[in-house]
């Protein structure tokens, strides 16, 4: 078992700056890759950013270039650094743990980029 606790979403204005942070514990040695994924109003979730156990990483084209996603092994977080930010960033974010067999998601973050 795996759990994952998301924080740092909030109301942000165009053009700003968030971070994420995603704390894994319970099994944490099964984690394949952990990432980020978000869900807008009325349409399905999709993937943000990965980053696997080895470092590599994977993001959607539309946050290529904003966002930046990275981990501290030391304390079992992932992050995900989002800069210039865009009223169609606006989403509930989910953490994801990939363990292979299966996925562990947490409860959410909301962000909300809005003047």
């Known amino acids: 078992q795996v759990q994952v606790v998301e924080s740092g979403g909030g109301l942000v204005q165009p053009g700003g700056s968030l971070r994420l942070s995603c704390a894994a514990s319970?099994?944490?040695?099964?984690?394949?890759?952990m990432g980020w994924y978000r869900q807008a109003p009325g349409k399905q979730r999709e993937l943000v950013a990965t980053i696997t156990k080895g470092g590599s990483t994977n993001y959607a084209d539309s946050v290529k270039g904003r966002f930046t996603i990275s981990r501290d092994n030391a304390k079992n977080t992932v992050y995900l650094q989002m800069n210039i930010l865009k009223p169609e960033d606006t989403a509930v974010y989910y953490c994801?743990?990939?363990?292979?067999?299966?996925?562990?998601w947490g409860q959410g973050t909301q962000v909300t980029v809005s003047s």
């Open positions: 994801n743990a990939d363990v292979r067999i299966t996925n562990y």
């Open positions: 319970g099994s944490i040695f099964s984690i394949y890759a």
